[in-house]
Structure formats: structure tokens, C-alpha cells
């Protein structure tokens, strides 16, 4: 995870941790590993190892859903965890589909506020 120095708290951050979380939780695969697991599964999108690098570390935001959720549901299947499974942060509750949604869509529609803090959880 990128230390709030390379990546200060924001929308961008926020969807970087969620991200994150399903990394730690596959037990931090190779960039390749990955990307082969999208390569072999039934994902609409793809994702190369530098775009899943650019990702992790916050330095890209995908414009395309596709690449997002291939990326989360590769990690997902990593896991061993349900993509479409419930998950809460915060007060809030809902599918990890939903959140990684979410997160996204708000990264990508307020650069403006790429890099500003809201507290516990984004405004959606």
C-alpha cells in the first residue's frame, strides 16, 4: 500500500485501499499471477501487469470498468471469496461489486478532489 506520502487520502486513496484489502487477502500474488488468472477466466476485461502495478500503487484509475472489475474478481478468485459476497466498511453494507463500484466511480469523477480527505468513508 502506498504510504499517504505517494498517495495522499482521497477518492483515489480510497479505492487504492479497497483495492489493496482483496491483495493482502489473496496473499499478494505476482503482478503476473494476476493478470494470468484474468487471462484464463471468463473476464470481459483484461488487465496487463503494469496496468495492475499502476493500480496498486495509485498512479492509475482504469476509465473502463472492464479492467476494474476483471482486476477485483481475479483477486477475488485469488481469495477464494464470492466477487458478488457482502462485505461492510464503515456503516455502510453491500456487495464487494458495489463498493469496488463505487470507489471507482468516484475516483475517476472528482479529479478535482483526487486528493482530499472525507473521514471514515466517501460521500456516495
Known sequence: MPTETDLPPGPVRDFVELLFRFYREARRPTLREISDTILKGDYV??????TIRRMLRGTT???HWETVEAVYRALCELAAKDPEGRMTLGRQSATIRAFFEQRWHYALDNPAMRYVQF??????
Open 45 to 50: 476485461g483484461t488487465a496487463s501487469p503494469e
Open 61 to 63: 484509475v482504469p476509465a
Open 119 to 124: 473521514g471514515d468513508e466517501p460521500p456516495f
